[in-house]
């Protein structure tokens, strides 16, 4: 079992709808990044959170520390939202990212 | 004020050659880490340096090595290509917090193709 699990892994919605992309993860950690990334390959950071709710434009995501759990949402999907979305989490005591396979999303005009 | 930068972008070599990647760390970072990722796949960390020296190893052959410079930029050196090793090569430059968190910031890229 991968230590980090996204859900769904491919997603496909309508311009307009609100997308939930969940992450759960086994290992205590210090912080958790919500990356994008584009096809050709680069990464974007979106958030790094280790408590709470941050919220960026029309993204939104949270974590739950205590229940291992994190999602990101997109509020008033676009076509241009349409990416691969990985979540990462650095393990407490490391100094690495530990990623998940990502989540496929696809917002059709 | 430039991002992370890595060169080339695309490579293609031969079953057996020997490969460098290379990163320059966006500015006043002074953490590289090297992932692989596979076609597919989540990226998987292979390792990171903090000041010249590789501060934790990801699971990869000592076939992977790698060097970081005074100036905090790094390569990524691969021997003995096998074909598996056919994927996107990312950087990424932070700095380390005082608590050891830190934010990560990725280069584009350098895909390699191994045939």
């Known amino acids: 079992k991968n230590e980090v699990e996204q859900s769904p892994q491919n997603l496909t919605a309508q311009e307009g709808e609100f997308i939930t992309i969940n992450c759960s993860y086994s290992?205590?950690?210090?912080?958790l990044h919500w990356l994008q990334q584009h096809p050709g390959g680069g990464i974007v950071s979106l958030f790094m959170?280790?408590?709470g709710k941050k919220k960026h434009g029309r993204l939104i995501a949270t974590i739950n520390i205590q229940e291992k759990h994190s999602s990101l949402h997109i509020t008033a999907s676009h076509p241009r939202d349409s990416a691969v979305y990985i979540c990462?989490?650095?393990?407490?005591?490391?100094?690495?990212?530990?990623f998940g396979q990502g989540t496929r999303l696809t917002i059709n005009p | 004020d430039a991002g992370v930068t890595q060169s080339p972008t695309h490579l293609i070599k031969t079953r057996g050659q020997q490969v460098t990647l290379r990163c320059s760390p966006k500015s006043g970072h002074d953490t590289v880490s090297w992932y692989q990722q596979a076609l597919g796949q989540g990226p998987q960390f292979i390792f990171q340096y903090y000041e010249e020296e590789e501060r934790q190893r990801g699971n990869f052959p000592d076939r992977f090595s790698g060097h970081q410079f005074p100036n905090y930029s790094s390569e990524l050196n691969v021997n003995a290509l096998l074909l598996g090793d056919s994927a996107l090569y990312l950087c990424?430059?932070?700095?380390?917090?005082?608590?050891?968190?830190?934010?990560?910031?990725f280069g584009p890229g350098t895909r390699l193709t191994v045939t």
């Open positions: 290992v205590g950690i210090s912080a």
């Open positions: 990424a430059s932070s700095l380390l917090g005082s608590r050891g968190t830190y934010e990560q910031y």
């Open positions: 990462a989490v650095i393990p407490m005591g490391a100094q690495k990212l530990v």
């Open positions: 959170l280790s408590s």
